[in-house]
T-cell receptor, first 114, second 115 residues
Framework: DTEVTQTPKHLVMGMTNKKSLKCEQH?????MYWYKQKAKKPPELMFV???????INESVPSRFSPECPNSSLLNLHLHALQPEDSALYLC?????????????FGPGTRLTVL | GENVEQHPSTLSVQEGDSAVIKCTYS??????FPWYKQELGKGPQLIID?????GEKKDQRIAVTLNKTAKHFSLHITETQPEDSAVYFC??????????????FGTGTLLAVQP
């Protein structure tokens, strides 16, 4: 299984809502990533988890709260978002260790904040 | 901070022609250079990568070259087909935060292959 799955595919939320994005992989990868991608732009790194611990936070606003409950799952909790947070949110995973390891991306969740 | 420039931003070729996309990176410590293809409505998919100890790598119709001195790397697609139409991103990476790596993406190239 070389797939990263993300749910939901689409999400529309108001600025006062609380919602969560979910990501799952069963490749045994111990690094998982959240990226944000605006239209016609490259992915921008938000968070990296390594061995279920947060290792990189790219100065992301606190209205985005990541969680890695186990080695296969990654969540992104959303609260009090702004319309400019509307984007494609991508999850990725990779092995951890020496060398540079391929990052496998999921299909993304298309988020619209009204 | 590290920056990756990518050119051209759009590229239109006839089916069967070759396509070349070029990237330049700023951080000389970068040592891993993947290329991703992103089709509409999908996540990026790795198509080829190269490490800094190699100058060229080929996989069927796709090849990547790396010039470490000039900090340039390029993607070459030969015998293009309509299904090659997509957005292509280059990226540069170095070890960061222990055992994970951080990808810095280029701005993307929209490739259109005309039948």
């Amino acid at each position: 299984d070389t797939e990263v799955t993300q749910t939901p595919k689409h999400l529309v939320m108001g600025m006062t809502n609380k919602k969560s994005l979910k990501c799952e992989q069963h490749m045994g990868h111990r690094a998982m990533y959240w990226y944000k991608q605006k239209a016609k732009k490259p992915p921008e790194l938000m968070f990296v988890y390594s061995y279920e611990k947060l290792s990189i936070n790219e100065s992301v606003p606190s209205r985005f709260s990541p969680e890695c409950p186990n080695s296969s799952l990654l969540n992104l909790h959303l609260h009090a978002l702004q319309p400019e947070d509307s984007a494609l949110y991508l999850c990725a995973s990779s092995q951890v260790g020496t060398g540079h390891n391929e990052q496998f991306f999921g299909p993304g969740t298309r988020l619209t904040v009204l | 901070g590290e920056n990756v420039e990518q050119h051209p931003s759009t590229l239109s070729v006839q089916e069967g022609d070759s396509a070349v996309i070029k990237c330049t990176y700023s951080d000389s410590a970068s040592n891993y250079f993947p290329w991703y293809k992103q089709e509409l409505g999908k996540g990026p998919q790795l198509i080829i990568d190269i490490r800094s100890n190699v100058g060229e790598k080929k996989d069927q119709r796709i090849a990547v070259t790396l010039n470490k001195t000039a900090k340039h790397f390029s993607l070459h697609i030969t015998e293009t087909q309509p299904e090659d139409s997509a957005v292509y991103f280059c990226a540069a990476s170095k070890r960061y935060g222990g055992a994970t790596n951080k990808l810095i993406f280029g701005t993307g190239t929209l490739l259109a292959v005309q039948p």
